[in-house]
């Protein structure tokens, strides 16, 4: 499985992004998919996660209500929209992928840099 992420860039604060992952591969439908991220001098920190119908979702409490995880199966894509977002919103994020639904992602991008300035 190769994940891609893409959409990455530096906004201000209170801007939007939309971040994409596209996946190789013919099982994406049966993934769980997440995304991460990781700021400079910190350790990787869990963001949000969807399920393989894109029913349900969960969200760190820190992006809760701002930040939007979806999946287009067709695509074999999983985004993530950020809104009013935040200059400690800024980090490398990763999107992976849970091939067992075993809550341990077994594949992961390369990242993409999210900037926030104030």
């Known amino acids: 499985v190769r994940l891609v992420e893409s959409g990455g860039g530096s906004v201000q604060a209170g801007d939007s992004m939309r971040l994409s992952c596209a996946a190789s591969?013919?099982?994406?439908?049966?993934?769980?998919m997440g995304w991460f991220r990781q700021a400079p001098g910190k350790e990787r920190e869990f963001v949000a996660r969807?399920?393989?119908?894109?029913?349900?979702?969960y969200y760190a409490d820190s992006v809760k209500g701002r930040f939007t995880i979806s999946r287009d199966n067709a695509k074999a894509t999983v985004y993530l929209q950020m809104n009013s977002l935040k200059p400690n919103d800024t980090a490398v994020y990763y999107c992976a992928a849970d091939t067992y639904g075993t809550r341990e992602y077994n594949y992961w991008g390369q990242g993409t840099q999210v900037t926030v300035s104030s």
């Open positions: 969807i399920n393989r119908s894109g029913g349900s979702t």
């Open positions: 591969g013919q099982s994406f439908s049966s993934y769980v």
